[in-house]
DNA sequence: ATAGTGACCGCGT
DNA sequence: AACGCGGCCACTA
């Protein structure tokens, strides 16, 4: 496994039930506040029942992506309403239930570092 | 090493 | 408010 992958699902594991992060707001976590598409494509490839709360990390709008399967957008819903989520629609009220644990790391924009 | 891809994001119609 | 477009960057073939 990558280690971009595990530090995606160590820092996805951190959040607590009943909140979910953004990918952008992982990617940023991770310092790479513009890999919010890689992050993606890492719980993309979240092995399936490894006990990462895959489930609560949705996008920015509030909502549930997932192309390939239609099933795997419905259960996710299912688990978040289930864990008690607010919903407004077919979105997570994310001013209600934004995570807000983890420490942003120094930071130092990685994009100027890469100049 | 190079080119293609996407469970994203923010801005401009 | 909803939609489209282009940039982004880690991963894959």
Not at 23 to 39: E, F, N, S
Not at 45 to 63: E, S, Y
Not at 80 to 105: C, I, M
Request: contains cysteine; glycine residues 10%; hydrophobic residues 45%.
């Amino acid at each position: 496994m990558r280690p971009f992958d595990r530090a995606v699902y160590r820092l996805v594991s951190m959040i607590p039930r009943g909140q979910v992060a953004t990918y952008g707001q992982i990617a940023a976590l991770l310092g790479a506040p513009r890999a919010a598409r890689a992050v993606g494509q890492a719980m993309k490839r979240c092995p399936a029942g490894n006990g990462v709360p895959w489930h609560r990390v949705i996008n920015a709008r509030g909502g549930v992506s997932l192309r390939a399967n239609v099933a795997g957008m419905l259960t996710q819903r299912i688990l978040l309403e289930r864990e008690g989520l607010r919903l407004v629609g077919q979105r997570v009220d994310l001013h209600r239930h934004r995570w807000r644990g983890a420490k942003r790391r120094p930071a130092a924009a990685p994009t100027l570092a890469r100049l």
